[in-house]
């Protein structure tokens, strides 16, 4: 008898175990979803709402660069923000708005104004095309975009670059080549310090050629959005320009051409923070 209440006992208080062990199991969980739920909640809290705004940004010679800004919407009235720039000639209008949207909602949400801009004579931008990648025009109009970024009403006078391919390599050389005071620091992917080994023409000096040598032809023979008008203008800016590969094949050995913009030799004048990632060959 006495060994049977015992053992009722033992049932009785396993019970109870596990009814408190299972209690102390929810009232965990129950805690770790309300801090998840908490957290997620002061996350987006903290995320900003935003507006976008078409500008031109003047060049000294009067053309004029189409720039798509994203500008968080403040939270009090000076609140000022960064820029972040992504600067290439692949039509931020059309062929690769749709590309580009997630990363510039994301940035936005965050604090930061992007600027698109599209390089001269490409996407919506004025101008006559430029000859070939990476030239001093392009470089120089960058200088000049950065500047005036950096004065907008709503930026705090500091602009980073980022972005992927074109746009990395460009960035690369405007933090080491050009040096704009207000630049100050590049996120950017798939670009490389030596045009001619590592980029996409001649990789270890072995002539590369794909659908990109056609497709950005076709692209920059494009007619200027959001009108596109095709008139006597458009095949003067769009249409004086030879195929970028005629150039290319003129210059199959490592030379000036090749080395003036890459940074492999240049590596004393980078002294800003610079965050590459897939850094040794284009792609």
Same mark, same amino acid.
């Given at each position: 008898?006495?060994?049977?209440?015992?053992?009722?006992?033992?049932?009785?208080?396993?019970?109870?175990?596990?009814?408190?062990?299972?209690?102390?199991?929810?009232?965990?969980?129950?805690?770790?979803?309300?801090?998840?739920?908490?957290?997620?909640?002061?996350?987006?809290?903290?995320?900003?709402?935003?507006?976008?705004?078409?500008?031109?940004?003047?060049?000294? +010679?009067?053309?004029?660069?189409?720039?798509?800004?994203?500008?968080?919407?403040?939270?009090?009235?000076? *609140?000022?923000?960064?820029?972040?720039? *992504?600067?290439?000639? =692949?039509?931020?209008?059309?062929?690769?708005?749709?590309?580009?949207?997630?990363?510039?909602?994301?940035?936005?949400?965050?604090?930061?104004?992007?600027?698109? %801009? +599209?390089?001269?004579?490409?996407?919506?931008?004025?101008?006559?095309? &430029?000859?070939?990648?990476?030239? #001093?025009?392009?470089? +120089?109009?960058?200088?000049?975009? &950065?500047?005036?970024? !950096?004065?907008? #009403?709503?930026?705090?006078?500091? %602009?980073?670059?980022?972005?992927?391919?074109?746009?990395?390599?460009?960035?690369?050389?405007? !933090?080491?080549?050009?040096?704009?005071?207000?630049?100050?620091?590049?996120?950017?992917?798939?670009?490389?310090?030596?045009?001619?080994?590592?980029? %996409?023409?001649?990789?270890?000096?072995?002539?590369?050629? +794909?659908?990109? @040598?056609? #497709?950005?032809?076709?692209?920059?023979?494009?007619?200027?959005?959001?009108?596109?008008?095709?008139?006597?203008?458009?095949?003067?800016?769009?249409?004086?320009?030879?195929?970028? @590969?005629? &150039?290319?094949?003129?210059?199959?050995?490592?030379? #000036?051409?090749?080395?003036?913009?890459?940074?492999?030799? !240049? =590596?004393?004048?980078?002294? &800003?923070?610079? =965050?590459?990632?897939?850094?040794? =060959?284009?792609?």
């Amino acid at each position: 008898m006495t060994r049977e209440r015992e053992k009722n006992k033992t049932i009785v208080y396993s019970s109870i175990d596990a009814s408190m062990k299972s209690n102390i199991r929810f009232v965990f969980f129950t805690l770790f979803f309300y801090l998840q739920v908490q957290q997620l909640i002061d996350a987006v809290s903290h995320m900003y709402a935003f507006t976008t705004e078409n500008v031109w940004l003047l060049m000294p +010679d009067g053309i004029r660069l189409s720039a798509t800004l994203t500008i968080p919407i403040p939270t009090y009235s000076d *609140e000022k923000f960064p820029i972040l720039l *992504e600067y290439k000639p =692949y039509r931020k209008d059309d062929s690769f708005y749709n590309f580009n949207q997630p990363n510039i909602q994301y940035l936005a949400r965050r604090g930061f104004i992007v600027a698109k %801009v +599209d390089i001269r004579g490409t996407g919506s931008s004025e101008g006559i095309l &430029i000859e070939y990648e990476y030239t #001093s025009q392009e470089l +120089d109009d960058c200088e000049h975009v &950065i500047e005036q970024l !950096a004065e907008h #009403s709503r930026s705090n006078g500091r %602009v980073g670059m980022y972005g992927l391919s074109w746009s990395a390599f460009n960035s690369l050389m405007m !933090a080491t080549l050009r040096r704009p005071p207000a630049l100050g620091a590049i996120f950017v992917a798939h670009g490389s310090e030596d045009l001619y080994n590592n980029d %996409v023409h001649y990789g270890d000096g072995i002539l590369h050629q +794909d659908e990109y @040598i056609l #497709s950005v032809d076709h692209e920059n023979a494009l007619p200027a959005s959001p009108n596109y008008i095709m008139d006597e203008k458009w095949l003067e800016q769009r249409f004086t320009r030879r195929p970028w @590969i005629d &150039i290319y094949l003129e210059h199959q050995l490592d030379d #000036s051409f090749w080395r003036k913009n890459s940074i492999k030799y !240049a =590596y004393d004048n980078l002294t &800003i923070p610079v =965050y590459l990632l897939a850094g040794l =060959y284009d792609a």
